[in-house]
């Protein structure tokens, strides 16, 4: 699972520079319902949600599932998301 903040003057079809577990990322907010990260992984969208980040600054949160080659190989199945209304669940596959 990835979560990511980009701020808010982002649209869907812009790339953003990221890090990633420390690393940096190119983060592609390909349509309503894909992340692409570095051009290769591809993420379905979870849940999006508009909301402030810890300097004040408006944010797109952005939760989605794992990898496609995780789903694939049964390494992946449900996400847990904490949200301020409590937990949800989604199935990837």
């Not at 909301?51 to 996400?79: L, M």
């Amino acid at each position: 699972m990835l979560t990511t903040m980009i701020p808010r003057k982002h649209q869907i079809g812009e790339t953003v520079d990221a890090r990633i577990n420390g690393a940096t990322a190119k983060v592609t907010w390909a349509d309503a319902n894909t992340l692409v990260i570095n051009d290769t992984d591809r993420r379905r969208i979870l849940m999006t949600d508009e909301t402030i980040d810890g300097a004040g600054a408006p944010v797109w949160f952005i939760a989605a599932g794992d990898s496609e080659a995780a789903i694939a190989s049964g390494e992946a199945d449900t996400v847990s998301i904490v949200t301020p209304d409590g937990v949800r669940q989604f199935r990837q596959r």
